[in-house]
């Protein structure tokens, strides 16, 4: 079991940026693949960005340049940094964790742990 508990969502105007957190039980950055996903009313949770046990990575098309995934082994602590945020990346966001950890999945079925979410809200 691997349990994650997101954190730093927050209420911010467009162009603002935001930092979030996912804290995890213990270590994984060997044995699995870590994500961010996001998830609006009315549609399907989709991947924002995902980074494997070799520190590959994969963003979706509409964060790269703006969102970094970072990691803190040290602290067990996946990061989003999130800049020139936009009231598109309004979401509930979510921490998740893929036994694939050699593979760079964006499929939320490929995902064996998740946190509770933290919520972003970008106003214009």
């Known amino acids: 079991q691997v349990k994650l508990v997101e954190s730093g969502g927050a209420s911010v105007q467009s162009g603002g940026s935001l930092r979030l957190s996912c804290v995890a039980s213990r270590n994984t950055a060997g044995t699995y693949s870590m994500a961010w996903f996001r998830q609006t009313p009315g549609k399907e949770r989709e991947g924002v960005v995902v980074?494997?046990?070799?520190?590959?990575?994969r963003y979706a098309g509409s964060v790269e340049g703006r969102f970094t995934i970072s990691q803190d082994n040290a602290k067990n602590t996946l990061y989003l940094q999130m800049n020139n945020l936009k009231p598109e990346d309004t979401a509930m966001y979510y921490c998740?964790?893929?036994?694939?950890?050699?593979?760079?999945?964006?499929?939320?079925?490929?995902?064996?742990?998740w946190g509770q979410g933290t919520q972003v809200t970008v106003s214009s």
């Open positions: 980074i494997n046990s070799a520190g590959g990575t």
């Open positions: 998740a964790a893929s036994r694939w950890h050699n593979a760079l999945p964006l499929s939320p079925q490929l995902y064996d742990y």
